[in-house]
């Protein structure tokens, strides 16, 4: 047989039959887990693709499918990439793509078409059990419209989902997935109702508690505390990674029983559920994390000439004093004094230079006694060692990771060496590309950094701050002093002209250390502590 008798013959058997030459693959998709096993699950849709090939003679070469709902963009959904990726590392094959109703193929009128087109581009085929594709006008017209449907019936459809969530919301109900350390159980009363299991009571409960009383003094600890524990699996030691999901536990309203999704409009309110902690303990981490953010209370308005305002009260309406300068016939004055209306003390001027100079001498009286230098030292000490070996797990892990992705860059290599297809080639070789701006050029340093210098400059200047604080206070700008100022008091201070500033006439600092101190001198080995030094 001639060669263009059997093109006469092939193009003769492709008209009459265009799935001639072809191999099938099948689409199928489910929008949730219950959907795989009822009557519109995975193995009613392959089963009924499967045997509509058959009817029409093509061998089945794949099936692929997707769990995934909505609409919108269709590499979105793994299958549907996976199943155009294949096709394109077989261009010397010919397909034929069926799958059981127009809406698995989209819901969206955008994509429809779009995906339309990219089966087009390939030369694939496309063949639906409930509608036929054509290329009329009018044929064009119905799938526009059949497809508009589809869209929007997945829109209505999720307006009565969001309804129906909002309203158990505002009952108090946690209506969505995924909320470590409970469980959704199914109750009598209640219907689906959250109950906190073994990683909520044992693991974030004493973590939540512990950045409460202060056990843990920042989000980094609450970090570790959770990475030591096992809460993040192949964490790699590296806890700086999940500092916005500790920010996120932290302020979590479910954890103390309470219920809110500002999203959708629903206000705080009060839960069905049992927290695992009491309102008091959320009340006191969001104390504690509005004191952390000391940015927040430093003025925009702060002044070189006046560096006291917005620190210090009124003493008769406790609110801030604020400062001004006034000119006299000669000279200028300048006072600090209270802005509010109707406050007893209301424009009674203070001169800035007593305010300041009274100021200078509550620091100056607060030195650090004898006997409590060795507590800071030992404080100081058990801190950095532990800094230390956190920094040290750090860069093992860093090291480890970085073998690990120059691994995976060889393995790819040889991928995109060894393979046929373009499409394979350039997409193992857009992976190489990201891991390789991922290590960076460079990989871990071979050379350690000596802490000691760090150590002693570290040490120093806590050491000189606990001892003088006015020393360190002289010599900053005004900005780092109303930094500076939190560190040193626990809150805003009030003055008086006549009794000078209302305080304990002690720095919250220096007092901590100093009860410290008298709580556990027995454990401060007697004959001091001398610089610690590291060896890597």
Sequence with gaps: MSVKTYKAITQELQNQN?????????????????????????????????????????????????????????????????????????????????????????????????????FRDRDVLLRCLNYTFGETPEEEFSELIMAGQAQLERKQNRRQVVQKMKSRLEMGYWTFAGKR?????????????????????????????????????????????????GFWK?????????????????TDVVHCGDIEYPKWGVARRQGKHKGIISLDTF??????????????????????????????????????????PCTGRSKVYEYYYCPIKGCSLYSKMLAKKDVERDFNALLRRNTLKLEVNEVVLLTFDRVWKEEVKELKASERAREQHYKEQKEKIRGLSELARTTRSETLRGAYEEQIEEIAKEVGGKGPQDTRSDLGVPYRTALRKSTTMLKNPISIWETVSTVEKQRLFFFLFEAKLAYTKSEGYRTGDSLSTTRLFEEFADENSASVDPTGIEPVSFKW
Excluded: W
Aim: charged share 30%; hydrophobic share 40%.
């Design 18 to 118: 265009p799935y001639v030459g072809r191999e099938g693959l099948v689409y199928a998709r489910v929008s949730s887990k219950r959907q795989e096993t009822d009557g519109t699950g995975l193995q009613s849709q392959t089963g009924r693709c499967e045997k509509d090939l058959k009817l029409v003679g093509v061998p089945l070469d794949r099936v692929f499918a997707d769990s995934f709902t909505g609409g919108g963009d269709f590499m979105r959904r793994p299958a549907m990439k996976a199943l155009l990726t294949y096709i394109d590392a077989h261009p010397h094959k010919r397909f034929v793509v069926v799958f059981d109703d127009l809406k698995r193929f989209a819901r969206d009128t955008e994509f429809h078409f779009k995906l339309k087109k990219a």
């Design 181 to 229: 350390g409970y469980d959704m159980i199914k109750d009598a009363l209640h219907g689906k109702l959250l109950i906190a299991n073994k990683v909520g009571l044992t693991i974030i409960k004493p973590a939540l508690e512990k950045f409460a009383s202060g056990d843990l003094l920042r989000k980094i600890d609450v970090a570790r505390f959770l990475m030591d524990r």
């Design 234 to 250: 192949n964490s790699k030691g590296n806890p700086e990674r999940y500092i916005d999901e500790v920010s996120d536990m932290l």
């Design 283 to 324: 009340n006191r981490i969001a104390k504690r994390l509005a004191k952390d953010v000391a940015k927040s209370r430093i003025r925009n308005d702060i002044s070189d000439d006046f560096p006291l305002r917005g620190l210090v009260l009124c003493p008769a309406c406790n609110n801030k004093l604020t400062a001004a």
